[in-house]
């Protein structure tokens, strides 16, 4: 059965700090793995995805994962926060055939970004 | 702005009840689906609609009942809720159901609030 964990509730960065949201997964089958954002009162946004074609993912606003089986992590990643980065961030497994209809998401990491 | 469109955006009702919660979308997309979220915790999926057919009902209480009139329009008709039913429940749409490549897209929510 796939899962993912996400490791730390709520992380606090600098504005222009790196930005480190850790995520591992575990799956009995190879992973589809995704990273969505939720912005206060909105929805979710799909930030970047792993489907196995590269083990480097890069996203929308400067964000990028990288894929380490060895490891089973999927950890998100952002040079330089900004203070419109704050939000929650979730990281999901697919739960069968990579469709992103049927995931399960982690607890999810809310960002903070200090002036 | 999003491109799926959810009314109404705030809603309060009692335990005897019936109402209905409306979503749109006009990107062509062919499955769409409900999701439920409590304060701090990931979404969970509901339903999902593939080709205006119901195709997964994740053992909802029958107090929730979907209805897709047409590929554009997903209802949530609710009836007899309890007060943990209070929730932001997000509807969302792909163009498939089963491709890794169809990402979703989220509306920003209803917030029912049961009383």
């Known amino acids: 059965a796939q899962s993912v964990t996400q490791l730390g509730s709520h992380v606090s960065v600098s504005e222009g700090a790196l930005v480190l949201l850790r995520c591992n997964y575990s799956?009995?089958?190879?992973?589809?793995l995704f990273w969505y954002v939720q912005y206060p009162n909105q929805g979710l946004q799909l930030l970047l995805k792993?489907?196995?074609?590269?083990?480097l993912v890069k996203g929308i606003n400067g964000f990028e994962a990288e894929f380490k089986k060895s490891e089973t992590s999927f950890h998100l990643t952002k040079p330089s926060a900004h203070m419109s980065d704050a939000a929650e961030y979730f990281c999901?497994?697919?739960?069968?055939?990579?469709?992103?209809?049927?995931?399960?998401f982690g607890k999810g990491t809310k960002l903070s970004v200090k002036p | 702005d999003t491109e799926v469109t959810q009314t109404p955006k705030h809603l309060v009702m009692g335990m005897t009840n019936k109402k209905s919660l409306k979503c749109e979308q006009h990107?062509?997309?062919?499955?769409m689906y409900w999701y439920k979220q409590k304060a701090k915790k990931p979404p969970e999926l509901m339903f999902v609609?593939?080709?205006?057919?119901?195709?997964i009902n994740e053992s909802v209480p029958s107090r929730f009942s979907p209805e897709c009139p047409n590929s554009s329009l997903l209802n949530l008709h609710l009836h007899a809720l309890q007060p943990e039913d209070s929730a932001l429940y997000l509807c969302?749409?792909?163009?498939?159901?089963?491709?890794?490549?169809?990402?979703?897209?989220f509306g920003n929510g209803t917030r029912l609030t049961v009383t």
């Open positions: 969302a749409s792909s163009q498939e159901a089963r491709s890794y490549n169809s990402p979703l897209h």
């Open positions: 799956s009995s089958v190879p992973p589809y």
């Open positions: 792993y489907t196995s074609a590269a083990t």
């Open positions: 999901a497994v697919s739960r069968r055939g990579g469709s992103q209809g049927n995931l399960i």
């Open positions: 990107m062509g997309h062919r499955a």
């Open positions: 609609y593939s080709y205006e057919k119901l195709s």
